[in-house]
C-alpha cells in the first residue's frame, strides 16, 4: 500500500509537470532566436537586440490594449486605424502651431472617442464586436484620409515630439520605457485588481457574471476604450519615431496586434487572453521580422517566412497539448 | 459465462488528484451494471476512459477477451460502446436529427438523405415510446426533450454496451418510465448497459449487479439481491444518514422578501406571489414549464417584470435589479450552474471570492492573502472536494461544483438574507445533499429566508415549511406543512385542484 501510494504521487507530479508544456510558445521563442543567432552574426549584438525591442514597442502598446479587450470576449478590429487616425491628427495638429499638450491629447481622444462609440455600438446596441468594430473601423480610415487628403503630415514637428519615438532616458529609448509602463500596469490591472478579475469573469461566462452580480456592461465598455486609447498612444509614439503622420502607418498593427494576442493564448495562461503571452507573440513576431530582415531576403520571401515560423511556433506548443 | 467487457485494473491521475486507484469492473452478455458512488468517486472519469474520451495512466480494457484501446470516442462506437453522458454535448443551433446523426449522417455521395434519417430516427422512438420535436434546434427544446436526443444518438448506433451516465436527472416519471422499459428491451435484445444514476431506487430496480466506487476505488460488486439501499449508501460514504431530510425547527420571523402578482415580460409568469420570512424554508413546486425557474428569476431581479411588485424589507422595489437584490442580501444558487452560475476555467478560489471581491480590496487591489484565507476557510466550511483553492473549477466533480457555485455567496463570512436555491440536489448525490440540506437548515436556523425550487417532491416536503405551488405561469396556492401531501401537492401543479389561495 505504502509503495503504490508513493508511486502514484509520483505519478501526479509527473502530471502536473506537463504543465510545462503551456511554456511551449516560450521554448519556440527561444528557439527562433537561437536560430537567428546562428544564422547571422549581427543578430545578437547588444544594438540589434535593442532596435528589436524599439520595433516592437509600438505593436506591444497596441496588443496590451486588444488584450484586455479580448480578455472581455471583444475583438477591436479598429486599433489599426485609431492608431493611424491618432497619428495624422497629433502631427497635424503641431504643424499647425498648435501646444504639445493639445496636440498629444487630442491624439489620445481619438482613441477614448473610438472606445466609447465603439462599446456604445456593442453593449448598448448589442452588436457583435467584430461587425461593431470593422465598421467604426472604416469610418476612422475615411475621416483620417479626408484629414490629410492620404498624404502624409510632416515638417515643422517640434524638435521634443520625437523624443517619444526616437529620444532615449538615462539610456533607455522611450518606447522601449513606455511600452514597461503600458506592459506593467496592464499586467498588474489584469492579475491584481478586481476590475482585472471581473474582465477575465465576463469573457468567461458572461450569464454567471451577470447573475454573479458584475456590472458586465460597465467591464466591457471599459476594456474596449482601453484597447482605442493604447492604440492612440501606439500612433503618436509611431508617428513620433517615423518623424511624420503616415495615414496608413498603423495598419499592420491589426493583424500583428491580433496574431500576438492569439500567439500569447496558447502560453502562460493557455485559452485566455494574458499579457504575458502577448509580451511573447510580440517579441515572436519582432523577432522573426528582424531577423529576417538581418539576412537580406527579399520582401515577399521575408512574408512568407514570417507566416511559416509563426506557424511552426505555435504549433510547437499547442501539439503537445493535446490529450 | 461470457465477458464482454472487462475493465482491469485501472488507474488515472490528474493534476493534483488521483481519480481512479486500480479500479476492475466486468459486464456481462445482456447485463445492467450499476455504477454508484458519491461526486468525485471517479464514475464518470471511468466512463470516460471506457469510451476512450480519456486514456488511463495504468490498466486495460477488453472486449470479448480482446484488449483494445481507444483513441476517441469515434473508435469506442465502432466498437460498439455508445455514452450518453452526464453534460449534454449537444450543438444546440442544429435540430434534433441534425444531433442524432451528427458525425453518423446518412448520405449519399456526400449529399445528406435527410428523408432516411427522419424514417430512421421516427423507428427508434417509436422503440423507445418517446415522442420529441426533432425539427427544432435542440435550443428550444427542455433538458428532458434535449437528454432523449441524446439517447437517440447513442442508441442509433446500435450499441452492444450502453453507458447512460445520470439519464434521469432531468426526467419526468413518465420519461423515466419510458427509459426504463426501453432498457429492458435492449437488455432482453442481448445489450448490456452500464447505469449511473444518483437515485438508488433506480438502480436496485433496473441492474442486475451494481458496482460501488468511492474515493476512485472500487469498494464492490453486489448482486442486487444481496444489497440493500442502505447498505449501498453506507458503502458510498462510509456513514449512516439517519434522517434523510434533516429538518431544522425554528419559528419563522418578519417577512424580507415579497413578491405580489408578479408577471415577466416574456410571458412564463402570468400572476404569481411568494412571501419569505425569516428563518422560513418555502419550497416552490411545479411541473416542468411551470414558470418556476422565470419567477425566481424575476425575485432576483434578473429578469424584467412587466406587472405586479417585488417587496424587499417592507419597501416597493423600484427599477428592481440584480444589483440592487445584491446589495439588499438577496441571493439566487441557478439551476444551470454551469452556463450561468460557475466560471469552469477559473479556479476554485476565483469562483469563490467573485462576488465579495470588494471586501478583500483596497482602491480595487485585490488583497491575495485574504482571498486565499477566507478561501480556505469555505472550502473547509463547505467540504470541497479536492481542497486545493487553485484547482480549476472545471475539474471538480457535479455535487462539488455546486458547493462552490453557492459558497460564493457566504464568502468573507457574508450573511444575506434571503437564498434561493433552484434546483440545488440536481446531478449531486446522496451524501453531497444531505450536506446541502443541513446548509440550507443552517442558514435558515441563522435567520435567513430560503427559497427552495426542486422537481423531488419528497425533497420539498421534506425541507419545507410552507410550499407554493405553480401551474403554467401562475401560483396557485400555499400549503403550510401540517398539511402537506404528495397527491393534493401534485393535483396543485397539475392544474386539477386550486388550492387555497392566499
Given at each position: 500500500m505504502g509503495v503504490n501510494t508513493k508511486k502514484i504521487e509520483k505519478e501526479i507530479r509527473i502530471n502536473k509537470n506537463s504543465s510545462l508544456s503551456k511554456y511551449g510558445t516560450v521554448f519556440a521563442l527561444l528557439a527562433v532566436i537561437v536560430i537567428f543567432s546562428v544564422i547571422s552574426d549581427r543578430f545578437m549584438a547588444p544594438d540589434n537586440l535593442i532596435n528589436i525591442l524599439r520595433q516592437i514597442s509600438t505593436l506591444t502598446i497596441v496588443a496590451v490594449g486588444l488584450t484586455i479587450c479580448m480578455a472581455t470576449n471583444d475583438f477591436d478590429l479598429s486599433v489599426g486605424n485609431v492608431a493611424g487616425l491618432a497619428g495624422v491628427l497629433t502631427t497635424g495638429l503641431l504643424v499647425t502651431q498648435h501646444s504639445m499638450l493639445f496636440s498629444i491629447a487630442a491624439g489620445l481622444s481619438v482613441g477614448v472617442i473610438a472606445g466609447l462609440i465603439n462599446s456604445f455600438l456593442i453593449?448598448?446596441?448589442?452588436?457583435g464586436s467584430m461587425i461593431a468594430t470593422l465598421g467604426t473601423s472604416s469610418i476612422i480610415l475615411g475621416i483620417n484620409f479626408g484629414y490629410t487628403g492620404g498624404r502624409a503630415v510632416y515638417g515643422?514637428?517640434?524638435?521634443?515630439?520625437y523624443f517619444f519615438g526616437r529620444g532615449s532616458l538615462f539610456g533607455i529609448p522611450t518606447p522601449i520605457i513606455i511600452m514597461a509602463i503600458v506592459l506593467i500596469t496592464a499586467y498588474f490591472l489584469l492579475n491584481r485588481t478586481v476590475f482585472g478579475r471581473y474582465v477575465y469573469a465576463v469573457g468567461g461566462n458572461i450569464n454567471a457574471a451577470r447573475l454573479s452580480g458584475i456590472r458586465v456592461r460597465y467591464y466591457r465598455s471599459i476594456a474596449i476604450i482601453i484597447s482605442g486609447i493604447t492604440a492612440a498612444l501606439a500612433g503618436i509614439v509611431l508617428a513620433s519615431r517615423l518623424g511624420s503622420g503616415q495615414p496608413t502607418a498603423g495598419q499592420a498593427f491589426l493583424m500583428d496586434g491580433l496574431g500576438a494576442v492569439f500567439i500569447g493564448m496558447t502560453t502562460i495562461k493557455p485559452g485566455q487572453p494574458n499579457i504575458l503571452g502577448t509580451m511573447v507573440g510580440a517579441f515572436i513576431i519582432g523577432v522573426i521580422n528582424n531577423g529576417l530582415n538581418l539576412l537580406g531576403l527579399p520582401f515577399w520571401v521575408q512574408d512568407i517566412g514570417k507566416g511559416v515560423i509563426m506557424i511552426l511556433a505555435v504549433a510547437s506548443a499547442v501539439y503537445r497539448n493535446q490529450k | 459465462m461470457p465477458c464482454l467487457l472487462e475493465v482491469k485494473g485501472i488507474t488515472k491521475a490528474f493534476p493534483g488528484s488521483l481519480a481512479l486507484q486500480n479500479v476492475d469492473l466486468d459486464l456481462n452478455q445482456g447485463e445492467i451494471h450499476g455504477l454508484v458512488g458519491a461526486n468525485g468517486a471517479g464514475k464518470s472519469t471511468l466512463v470516460k476512459i471506457i469510451t476512450g474520451a480519456l486514456s488511463p495512466d495504468r490498466g486495460q480494457i477488453l472486449i470479448d477477451g480482446k484488449e483494445v484501446s481507444f483513441n476517441d470516442p469515434r473508435e469506442a462506437y465502432s466498437s460498439g460502446i455508445s455514452i450518453v453522458p452526464q453534460e449534454s454535448n449537444l450543438i444546440f443551433y442544429f435540430d434534433g436529427i441534425e444531433n442524432i446523426f451528427l458525425g453518423n449522417e446518412a448520405a449519399n455521395f456526400g449529399i445528406i438523405d435527410r428523408k432516411t434519417m427522419e424514417s430512421q430516427a421516427k423507428r427508434l422512438m417509436e422503440q423507445l415510446g418517446v415522442d420529441v420535436?426533432?425539427?427544432?434546434?435542440?435550443?428550444?427544446?427542455?433538458p428532458a426533450q434535449r437528454k432523449l436526443i441524446e439517447i437517440l444518438r447513442a442508441l442509433n448506433y446500435n450499441p452492444r454496451i450502453l453507458i447512460l451516465d445520470e439519464p434521469t436527472a432531468a426526467m419526468t416519471k413518465n420519461e423515466t418510465e419510458h427509459l426504463f422499459s426501453v432498457m429492458d428491451k435492449l437488455r432482453k435484445s442481448g445489450s448490456s448497459i452500464i447505469f449511473i444514476s444518483h437515485y438508488l431506487d433506480e438502480i436496485l430496480r433496473m441492474c442486475d449487479r451494481i458496482t460501488i466506487l468511492k474515493d476512485g476505488k472500487k469498494v464492490a460488486t453486489c448482486n442486487k439481491e444481496n444489497v440493500t439501499e442502505p447498505e449501498i449508501v453506507k458503502m458510498m460514504i462510509n456513514q449512516d444518514i439517519k434522517n434523510q431530510f434533516p429538518k431544522v425547527q425554528v419559528s419563522p420571523g418578519k417577512v424580507i422578501l415579497e413578491a405580489r402578482n408578479v408577471a415577466t415580460a416574456d410571458g412564463t409568469v402570468i400572476d404569481a406571489s411568494i412571501d419569505v420570512k425569516e428563518s422560513e424554508i418555502i419550497g416552490i413546486f411545479g411541473l416542468v414549464g411551470a414558470g418556476r425557474t422565470e419567477f425566481v428569476e424575476a425575485l432576483f431581479g434578473a429578469r424584467r417584470i412587466i406587472k405586479g411588485d417585488i417587496i424587499l424589507n417592507g419597501k416597493v422595489m423600484k427599477n428592481y435589479n440584480i444589483y440592487r437584490a445584491i446589495g439588499s442580501g438577496v441571493t439566487l444558487i441557478p439551476e444551470d450552474r454551469l452556463s450561468n452560475a460557475l466560471f469552469l476555467s477559473n479556479s476554485v478560489m476565483e469562483n469563490l471570492s467573485m462576488v465579495y471581491l470588494n471586501t478583500i480590496s483596497r482602491i480595487g487591489v485585490i488583497n491575495s492573502r485574504a482571498e486565499v484565507k477566507n478561501s480556505l476557510k469555505l472550502i473547509d466550511n463547505l467540504n470541497?472536494?479536492?481542497?486545493?483553492?487553485?484547482?480549476?473549477?472545471?475539474?471538480?466533480?457535479g455535487g462539488n461544483k455546486q458547493k462552490v457555485s453557492f459558497g460564493k455567496w457566504l464568502f468573507g463570512n457574508r450573511k444575506n438574507k434571503v437564498f434561493i436555491f433552484d434546483e440545488p440536489t440536481e446531478g449531486v448525490d446522496v451524501g453531497a445533499k444531505v450536506e446541502m440540506y443541513n446548509i440550507i437548515g443552517k442558514l435558515a436556523s441563522e435567520g435567513a429566508g430560503i427559497i427552495l425550487v426542486s422537481s423531488d417532491i419528497e425533497e420539498v416536503i421534506g425541507l419545507s415549511d410552507r410550499i407554493m405551488v405553480m401551474h403554467e405561469g401562475y401560483s396557485v396556492g400555499t400549503i403550510n406543512r401540517e398539511n402537506f401531501s404528495q397527491e393534493k401537492i401534485l393535483s396543485m401543479a397539475m392544474g386539477t385542484e386550486v388550492g387555497v389561495r392566499k
Open positions: 453593449t448598448f446596441i448589442g452588436i515643422g514637428l517640434p524638435d521634443f515630439f | 420535436e426533432l425539427s427544432k434546434p435542440v435550443r428550444e427544446l427542455n470541497i472536494v479536492p481542497s486545493y483553492p487553485h484547482n480549476i473549477v472545471n475539474n471538480l466533480s
